[in-house]
């Protein structure tokens, strides 16, 4: 037998030394960060206020958090031969030092092997919950361009105004030729369900118990991106177009009164430098509809009409919805200086078939734009959670049309936001700026938006609307110094005097001003 498993290695070895080389060039790059943060008052509101208050139902978060986070960040290129490669990019140890949720009662990292661990229930280790893979891709070129086809970023586009770094499944294509490139996608989205029934349960099905697991119901309950743009590209600057359809037909099998959501997307942008002065702006134009009902039969809706030519019908919703951004940068070496101004539109709801905004947060649009510390930060959203303020949770303190949360969340939208800065740069290895910046809702949210042509204030309710349209202004101080030409220490001090707007509902609310103050050990490579 001895001799046997001897021969049975020699072969093996003969073998794999007889096989061509297959030469395969690896390359990595990412980053790795650790950050130390103290918020004072995330609530935004009185923290002396006793609990009997009302506003403690909505939000209780009334005591200062200290705490240091990290991450670690991967990405490998695996190049196959010339103009061909495998992209990938994973996350691990992402999460708040000494963390013991995800342990149960240690926050010490080690190896599981007890299935039981798997389930993700209190005590035990989640799936995933310190390695996650983003991204896996194909990159490479053909004659007439190059592809990418996997889990690929998206949301990225022109300048950093709307931008977010999703990673979804897809296909996209781009040709260049001189100054000009076309790029276009496809993107999946969502994948809600396969053969059974759709998201909220099929066609005479009871909506609490899911699908009815008829064949073909809910096949088509996918949400998909397609992309078409192009840039152009000139001495001094840069300028593109670019045009986005969105189809979700995650409702359309549902229960009551499945919908279809179609929507399109016009963005130009354009980037220009003149000397010593840098321009960028991006303009947004949103319009489809948000809302096309069809009928499932079965007169389940409680909010359609009862009898004549309408029954089991429900009232359609169209949406046009606007945005902009300018951007003016001057470089006075060492010192620089500059201004930012943001305008997206808000629902009005003031009427039933039409939504005038409050979008961004369905779409996953605007989470990697956060010119400030505190507002719209997607660090500070994800350590902290939304800001609320006295902001109810459920249906009052959501737009029930358009899905938009009524709290400060990472997708800045509903807003006028101005924005002066000012910094030096005393040597190539420190940074330091200070930012005034003021935000404003361009409209106050209502208690009832009405989903559907019955509901709400459009058939008679009694409707509330917030106390102001003010978010407040932010001073943000940061200084950065280069310890290595890969490593940098940043310092940052945030400071939020806080608007009626988060006030909500309630006059009475009493606000408390917030600040923050972190500091971020950052490696790249």
Excluded: C
């Excluded at 300048?159 to 897809?170: I, R, V």
């Excluded at 009551?256 to 702006?281: D, I, V, W």
């Excluded at 009232?315 to 902009?324: K, P």
């Excluded at 605007?366 to 303020?389: A, E, H, K, V």
Aim: proline share 3%; aromatic share 14%.
């Amino acid at each position: 037998m001895r001799k046997f498993w001897l021969l049975l290695l020699s072969i093996g070895l003969i073998m794999a030394f007889a096989m061509p080389a297959a030469a395969v060039d690896v390359k990595f790059s990412g980053n790795y960060y650790a950050q130390g943060w103290y918020v004072d008052n995330p609530s935004v509101l009185d923290k002396s206020a006793p609990s009997t208050d009302p506003s403690w139902t909505n939000n209780s978060r009334r005591s200062a958090n200290a705490f240091y986070s990290q991450r670690f960040r991967l990405t490998t290129e695996f190049q196959v031969v010339e103009g061909l490669k495998l992209v990938t990019r994973f996350d691990a140890l992402e999460k708040r030092w000494g963390d013991q949720s995800w342990a149960g009662s240690t926050g010490e990292t080690q190896s599981r092997t007890n299935a039981g661990y798997a389930t993700g229930t209190a005590g035990q280790a989640k799936i995933q919950e310190n390695l996650e893979f983003e991204r896996a891709y194909l990159d490479f070129n053909v004659p007439f361009g190059k592809f990418q086809v996997g889990y690929i970023e998206y949301l990225v586009w022109g300048t950093s105004f709307l931008n977010t770094t999703l990673s979804a499944g897809g296909i996209r294509y781009m040709y260049n030729q001189g100054p000009w490139q076309a790029v276009a996608a496809v993107e999946k989205r969502a994948e809600q369900l396969g053969l059974a029934g759709g998201k909220l349960g099929a066609k005479w099905t009871n909506a609490t118990t899911g699908g009815s697991g008829y064949i073909g119901d809910g096949n088509d309950a996918d949400r998909d991106v397609y992309d078409l743009g192009g840039i152009y590209k000139f001495k001094t600057g840069e300028a593109g177009l670019l045009y986005q359809y969105i189809r979700s037909s995650q409702f359309k099998t549902q229960f009551n009164n499945g919908y279809l959501t179609q929507l399109s997307g016009l963005y130009p942008y354009a980037k220009l430098t003149f000397g010593k002065l840098f321009l960028e702006g991006e303009f947004m134009y949103g319009f489809g509809d948000l809302r096309s009902y069809e009928i499932n039969g079965g007169n389940t809706n409680a909010n359609q009409p009862t009898a004549g030519a309408n029954l089991n019908k429900a009232q359609n919703v169209s949406l046009t919805a606007l945005g902009a951004y300018a951007h003016a940068k001057y470089d006075l070496k060492p010192a620089y200086l500059g201004a930012k101004f943001v305008y997206i539109s808000g629902d009005d709801q003031s009427n039933s078939d039409k939504a005038t905004g409050s979008i961004l947060q369905s779409l996953q649009m605007n989470r990697s734009f956060y010119p400030t510390l505190i507002l719209w930060n997607d660090d500070y959203q994800n350590n902290m959670g939304n800001i609320p303020g006295n902001v109810p949770a459920g249906a009052t303190g959501t737009n029930r049309r358009t899905g938009q949360s009524y709290a400060v969340r990472q997708e800045m939208d509903n807003v006028w936001f101005y924005q002066v800065y000012a910094g030096v740069k005393p040597t190539p290895k420190i940074d330091v700026s200070a930012a005034l910046s003021i935000a404003s809702a361009d409209k106050k949210p209502k208690s009832d938006v009405g989903a559907v042509g019955s509901l709400g204030y459009y058939g008679g309710a009694t409707v509330t609307e917030f106390v102001s349209a003010q978010y407040g202004t932010e001073l943000d101080l940061t200084a950065s110094y280069k310890i290595y030409d890969n490593l940098s220490y940043m310092i940052g001090a945030g400071y939020l005097w806080t608007g009626d707007y988060f006030k909500g509902y309630n006059s009475n609310a009493v606000v408390s001003n917030n600040y923050l103050l972190s500091h971020k050990l950052t490696l790249t490579f």
